[in-house]
């Protein structure tokens, strides 16, 4: 019960927080095999509940903003970003997945992710989401497929790429993570076929997910208040101690 709360607040938080859900898991899973547990089939199982919740709860924060994916100009700027996230991610995945749990490239990832938080300062605030150009989608898009490398945030990334590009703060935030709904589905799906490995009981399931769906919401709703109150960069200290640190695990 407690491993099960552990991972489901971590999944809450890592999956929001611009600090590399899939990164985290990575480290967690170097970390467990370590330990002694073997049953790794078993919490790639359970990772793909928590998925799930985390997922939900995205719904539920952004429940007055889902009508925006079907605004037909929204739509097809979701439509690019997604096409091109996954067509990046899919090559990342095929020609770099073997070396998802090296400890070098963790690291590197991790490193890499402080950095992006880091350069994000003060922009001027030019436009809305109806101001988005087709090179914006495309760049946003890449972004995000280069998020499929564990150790890089994908809301991080996707929410300094638009503020760097000058879309409020506000507007940025919301776009992350609708942007964030078939990514997290994709993933959601790609992931369904470790839904019956490994002999993850019921209760211990229920338990994470009730704790990824509630952390998720807690981390939507603080990162939204720490973006407009320009404290984003202050995660890069954290990604850089896990840069250290996932070398070592």
Not at 3 to 18: D, N, R, S, V, Y
Not at 19 to 33: A, E, R, Y
Not at 53 to 65: I, N, P, Q, S, Y
Request: hydrophobic content about 55%; some cysteine.
């Amino acid at each position: 019960m407690i491993k099960a709360i552990f991972l489901g607040i971590t999944q809450g938080l890592t999956e929001f927080f611009p600090v590399s859900s899939s990164g985290h898991l990575f480290v967690l899973q170097n970390l467990f095999q370590r330990l002694g547990f073997s049953n790794q089939e078993g919490l790639l199982s359970f990772f793909v509940f928590l998925h799930a919740a985390t997922l939900f709860a995205v719904f539920v924060f952004l429940a007055k903003k889902i009508p925006l994916l079907f605004k037909k100009q929204l739509f097809f700027h979701l439509v690019i970003i997604t096409v091109v996230t996954g067509i990046i991610g899919l090559l990342i995945r095929f020609l770099f997945a073997q070396y998802f749990t090296k400890n070098y490239l963790l690291a590197f990832c991790f490193l890499v992710n402080s950095v992006i938080l880091l350069s994000l300062r003060k922009y001027p605030e030019r436009k809305t989401w109806k101001e988005l150009s087709f090179k914006d989608s495309l760049i946003i898009g890449l972004l995000q497929g280069i998020s499929f490398f564990p150790g890089i945030s994908r809301s991080g990334i996707t929410i300094t790429g638009l503020v760097k590009r000058g879309v409020k703060k506000e507007d940025a935030f919301t776009l992350s993570f609708l942007a964030a709904i078939p990514v997290i589905s994709g993933a959601f799906l790609l992931e369904a076929q470790n839904l019956f490995r490994g002999n993850i009981a019921k209760s211990t399931i229920i338990i994470g997910f009730i704790f990824a769906f509630f952390t998720g919401l807690v981390a939507l709703k603080f990162l939204k208040k720490i973006l407009i109150m320009e404290k984003f960069r202050s995660f890069a200290y954290y990604c850089l101690f896990i840069s250290l640190l996932s070398l070592f695990v």
